[in-house]
């Protein structure tokens, strides 16, 4: 440790044996509680300029293929991605000041004696939490382990923490699904689940180093030398650059993939083959088809059978059968498809087809999906239980092409990164399914 006498007070709390682990939860229960609760309003400037640039770009130019791909295609899919820059801002903002307060070397040296008994070691703490912004530089950031054994678990289990991809995927649900309300009288509700869903990241976590420490053999010992920073108050400029490089990386990287895929989907749900289109339409034009409905129903049953219709609906229905044990439907199943190329997609994607299918509605994506009513049940489409079994595959599924390639060059071998990738959408596929039977 340093042998500053202020740092040595604050050691003797921040690093306790019990008082330690107690502080650590309580940061983090802290964090998620602002995230929640003081970006909502950030995000509903977001979400109203995105509309309002919608309407006046949909009203200023003429109606056509261009118009369609800009206002159902590209700007549908990057506001369902801006939107949750706030609460991107404020979890790196959080992890930087952590960082240049001196406090998350504290974290690694109280975590070190519990990491051991799950075959990690004090380090692997920086990469698992790094892992809560992006998997790719904190497998990277495993370097500074030494023993083989021990980074080799830590690779493989690093991308089951919770991190900035799977935000606007959980925001987005529990936003849905819980309640805004206040817990005693304090806590906010949603800020709760949020917290849980990471726990649950960390726990899955830790549980697989625990079974990985025995089927791994290694004679090399292991161990945890770390020098200890003096504390010091975070540097403004260093958090504001840090704030802004990771959101300009997020949005730019995010951003290029989404508008391609935007586009892509846009095409795929916007044609079908042959007659279809038509077909549908000369359906509806027969009034003994219309017999009992109003206008407003007819056009709504129009655009969505359009949809289902389509390249994108076709491709959607042909893995439901897969995917409805989970209680996702095609439209769910074509974002799955999408966000195998990066997590936050997801979001992107669900703006872009309920932008396709409703092409006069220009609420936000979460006002359409939380109005989305299954044709089956007459229910809502997002309960609970669907919610949830979302929330649970996309917190352990590998959904990111860019940490497949990360763990491939880390570890040397495809066979780690092949490997991590069906464990993980077993893992995904198995407590999805029993998330949602538990819940429905």
């Known amino acids: 440790k340093a042998n500053n006498p202020v740092t040595k007070k604050m050691d003797n709390i921040f690093t306790h044996r019990i008082w330690g682990f107690a502080i650590f939860l309580f940061i983090l229960f802290v964090i998620f509680q602002f995230i929640f ?27 056509g293929i261009l118009n369609d791909i800009l206002t159902k295609g590209i700007l549908a899919g990057l506001s369902g991605i801006a939107v949750f820059v706030p609460q991107i801002a404020f979890l790196f903002a959080f992890i930087s000041i952590l960082e240049d307060t001196g406090y998350m070397a504290r974290v690694s040296f109280i975590m070190d004696r519990m990491m051991r008994k799950f075959g990690l070691n004090g380090k692997s703490i920086i990469p698992l939490i790094s892992g809560v912004a992006c998997a790719v530089p904190a497998i990277m950031g495993t370097r500074t382990i030494t023993n083989r054994k021990e980074r080799l678990i830590t690779i493989f289990v690093t991308p089951l923490m919770s991190c900035s991809a799977r935000l606007p995927v959980y925001t987005l649900l529990i936003a849905m699904i819980v309640p805004s309300k206040l817990v005693f009288g304090f806590f906010n509700m949603q800020g709760l689940v949020l917290m849980c869903m990471y726990l649950i990241g960390f726990i899955a976590a830790i549980s697989v180093a625990f079974v990985m420490q025995f089927i791994l053999k290694s004679k090399e010992k292991s161990y945890f030398i770390m020098e200890m920073p003096i504390y010091r108050f975070p540097r403004l400029k260093h958090v504001l650059l840090t704030i802004i490089e990771k959101v300009k990386i997020f949005l730019f990287e995010a951003g290029k993939v989404i508008v391609a895929i935007s586009i892509v989907l846009w095409v795929l749900a916007s044609f079908a083959p042959a007659h279809r289109f038509q077909d549908i339409e000369q359906h509806y034009q027969k009034k003994e088809n219309t017999a009992n409905m109003t206008a407003q ?77 299954n044709p089956d049940t007459g229910k809502k489409t997002y309960n609970i239980a669907v919610g949830f079994s979302l929330m649970f595959f996309y917190a352990f599924a590998m959904q990111c092409m860019s940490t497949v390639a990360v763990v491939f060059r880390e570890s040397g071998s495809w066979k780690w990164s092949l490997s991590q990738f069906l464990f993980m959408g077993v893992l995904a596929y198995v407590s999805s399914f029993i998330v949602f039977h538990l819940l429905k």
Do not use: C, N
Not at 37 to 44: E, N, Q, R
Not at 330 to 342: C, P, Q, V
């Open 37 to 63: 609760t003081f970006s909502a309003y950030p995000m509903a400037w977001i979400e109203s300029l995105f509309t309002f640039t919608e309407d006046i770009v949909s009203k200023a130019l003429p109606h």
């Open 297 to 373: 129903q007819i056009s709504t049953k129009i655009k969505s059978e359009k949809l289902k219709s389509s390249y994108a609906g076709i491709l959607g229905r042909k893995i439901e059968p897969i995917i409805s044990p989970l209680g996702f439907d095609w439209k769910i199943g074509i974002a799955l498809i999408t966000s195998f190329a990066a997590r936050e997609v997801f979001v992107g994607t669900m703006a872009t087809i309920y932008s396709v299918r409703d092409e006069d509605d220009i609420r936000s994506i979460r006002e359409k999906m939380t109005a989305e009513i």
